[in-house]
């Protein structure tokens, strides 16, 4: 993931601010190194799981209906997993007595950015960008169940609150990967070169993403077999 990418970028520059802003505070009852690990790992044997799945198909069968079904679903959940992951790291660095309200265990990842954009007066147009780049819609929708897979090899995403529907193809989906991963790798590089973060940093695990991130990107070529 390259320090080029804009969502890299961002993430960087949003922590940088929660760091200079005076948010961050060490939460050692949230961070739980295992659950880092074991998402790593996941990350892994999804990316090398779908990856050999889909080499092994033939092209008659790369339209399927089921095929398509399994793809998405996978992708989305996929991408889902992502969300804890955001939740948790914030809640390891954020001060909790610095947000209105503060949080708890059952305070989510799209209530975290709420307040921490809050906090930081951040204007509207600012709040919208991050809330886009953590993909919060897609987030509210798969974690209330408010989606649906089409036979014509598209994720739609709802809400009660919003009755206008989004379609989003296997592309997009993709997309969405590539997203998160970014943002992922962006908090390991982040809370490994802060000065802030030196007692604290997550040495063992910034040190295994490292070695695994290629391997998650093996998914990129494999896709567009679908995709395309």
Known sequence: MSNT??????????LNDIEK???????PEYHDEQFFLNFIDFQKRF?????????RLDE???????????????MTSFINSHFKI?????????????????????TTLNQMLKKICN?????????????????????????QN????????????FSKDNPEKKKIGLDELYDYSLQVRTIFNAMLNWADNSEVLEKNKFETIDGIVK??????????????????
Do not use: C, W
Not at 86 to 106: A, R, V
Not at 123 to 136: C, D, E, P, Q
């Open 5 to 14: 990418n804009p969502n890299y970028r961002a993430t960087l520059v949003i």
């Open 86 to 106: 955001f939740e948790k790291f914030l809640k390891i660095i954020i001060n909790p007595q610095k947000l209105k309200g503060g949080f708890d265990e059952n």
């Open 21 to 27: 802003k005076g948010l961050y505070h060490f939460n």
């Open 119 to 143: 906090k930081m007066q951040y204007n509207l147009k600012l709040k919208n960008a991050i809330h886009g780049m953590f993909l919060s819609d897609f987030s509210d929708a798969v974690s």
């Open 211 to 228: 070695n695994l991130i290629n391997q998650v990107d093996s998914l990129d070529e494999k896709l567009t077999r679908i995709s395309s």
């Open 146 to 157: 408010y989606y649906s897979i089409s036979k014509d090899g598209y994720l739609t995403i």
């Open 47 to 55: 990316s090398n799981s779908l990856s050999e799945i889909i080499r």
């Open 60 to 74: 008659s069968e790369m339209n399927s209906e089921d095929v398509i079904f399994f793809t998405i679903y996978s």
